[in-house]
Nanobody, 115 residues
Framework: QVQLVESGGDLVQPGGSLKLSCAAS????????MGWYRQAPGQLRELVAN???????YYADAVKGRFTISRDNAKNTVYLQMDSLEPGDTAVYYC?????????WGQGAQVTVSS
């Protein structure tokens, strides 16, 4: 089994930056892809970014050039660096992992972009 614990959600002004962290534990050697999703009130959950074990990455068009996903394998942690934040980025951000036996979700981190 894989467990994910998120941290780093906060209130930030437009144009500001924030970095989310997601620490994985359990059968981490079975993880083959990790990523971040977000869900705004009344909206569907959408994929923001992900990273395969190969290092190949994907970014949604809405965040491309502003967000960066990275992993520290020694710490079993995935990060989402968010720059030039906009009010439209306001959402609950969920860490996600695909692994051999299934998938896991983090508990969610609230990111609010407002002045």
């Amino acid at each position: 089994q894989v467990q994910l614990v998120e941290s780093g959600g906060d209130l930030v002004q437009p144009g500001g930056s924030l970095k989310l962290s997601c620490a994985a534990s359990g059968s981490i050697s079975t993880i083959y892809r990790m990523g971040w999703y977000r869900q705004a009130p009344g909206q569907l959950r959408e994929l923001v970014a992900n990273m395969h074990n190969s290092g190949d990455t994907y970014y949604a068009d809405a965040v491309k050039g502003r967000f960066t996903i990275s992993r520290d394998n020694a710490k079993n942690t995935v990060y989402l660096q968010m720059d030039s934040l906009e009010p439209g980025d306001t959402a609950v951000y969920y860490c996600h992992a695909d692994y051999t036996w299934g998938q896991s979700w983090g508990q969610g981190a609230q990111v609010t972009v407002s002045s």
